[in-house]
């Protein structure tokens, strides 16, 4: 890969996939909602700068002054994490911002769109088929990502774009600002209170961020066009080994928080899920494993 297309280059994950490209001797274009917050990782000859906003993106090819490139990486969407899932009207907005991302990735002659969806995806998918199902307003962040999935995969198909989607995993690593499941627990233990958790027993997969880049690249690079992958560590454990090897990191003695409340929500079966597609397509294999990951997560959380 030569050159390459990144939306969303200043959010978490963005700032590594770039990262891994430059590392990769490939040119990338950024485009970024501000050009005044980009990180000093953009100071490089390599990489050019276009600013715009997801709400602008039906004119985003027109921003360019090249055109034919390898890959184009959509990660930009607003409102991943938090309340912010359940504004469905912002979810909506991001399903059309996408949909006009493969609209300027086929201008521009792009060979490959490589989208970035969420384990969510998986998760909520059957249940939502069935009768009488109840889901909360979170869920329209999941719902979000399958109308962008396959409206991109519509659109590719119309114009001959190669296409690509990636359901990314719980990640976490350095870096990450937001109150993600991982940054809530470090915090909560290391000021000594004691969260309120389920059992624990629901399997989940956590990833480190710069695993997770290079499982991007590689899709870009080698994945099958057509195909749908799980971007993960690929080693699913009941959550509370994770929980517990947290508190384990920061003290031993305190209260986990396990067992405080029965669990009402929806688990990931990893069971329907080819968690080896990625690596045998790809030859991806993850580097960080949760024990280092953790250290490193937890050493920036506390000096930040």
């Excluded at 399958?146 to 350095?174: H, K, P, T």
Aim: glycine share 8%.
């Amino acid at each position: 890969m030569k050159k390459a297309i990144v939306t969303g280059a200043n959010g978490f994950v963005g700032r590594y996939l770039v990262r891994e490209l430059l590392d990769n001797n490939c040119k990338v274009w950024i485009v970024v909602r501000n050009k005044s917050k980009i990180c000093n990782l953009f100071n490089n000859n390599s990489v050019k700068i276009i600013e715009c906003d997801l709400s602008n993106y039906k004119n985003l090819d027109k921003l360019f002054t090249e055109h034919n490139f390898d890959c184009f990486y959509h990660l930009a969407w607003e409102g991943s994490s938090g309340d912010f899932r359940k504004d469905y009207e912002m979810q909506l907005k991001n399903v059309e911002s996408s949909a006009q991302a493969v609209r300027a990735a086929s201008i521009l002659n792009c060979r490959r769109f490589v989208g970035a969806g969420s384990v969510t995806e998986l998760m909520y998918r059957n249940y939502l088929q069935n009768d009488n199902n109840k889901p909360e307003m979170v869920t329209c962040y999941a719902i979000g990502k399958m109308m962008a999935e396959y409206l991109c995969r519509c659109i590719c198909i119309e114009y001959n774009v190669e296409f690509i989607w990636g359901y990314l995993s719980n990640f976490y690593g350095i870096g990450d600002k937001t109150n993600n499941f991982i940054n809530y627990l470090s915090n909560q233990y290391l000021l000594g209170r004691t969260p309120i958790l389920t059992e624990g027993n629901q399997l989940a997969d956590f990833t480190y961020v710069s695993d997770i880049a290079t499982a991007l690249y590689l899709l870009g690079e080698k994945g099958v066009p057509g195909k749908n992958y799980y971007v993960g560590y690929g080693n699913p454990q009941p959550l509370k080994n994770f929980v517990l090897k947290i508190r384990d990191n920061i003290n031993v003695k305190l209260e986990s928080g396990l067992n405080k409340k029965s669990f009402q929500g929806i688990s990931i079966d990893f069971d329907k899920i080819d968690i080896n597609k990625l690596s045998r397509d790809t030859g991806f294999v993850p580097k960080i494993d949760f024990d280092k990951g953790i250290k490193l997560t937890l050493e920036w959380i506390k000096n930040k």
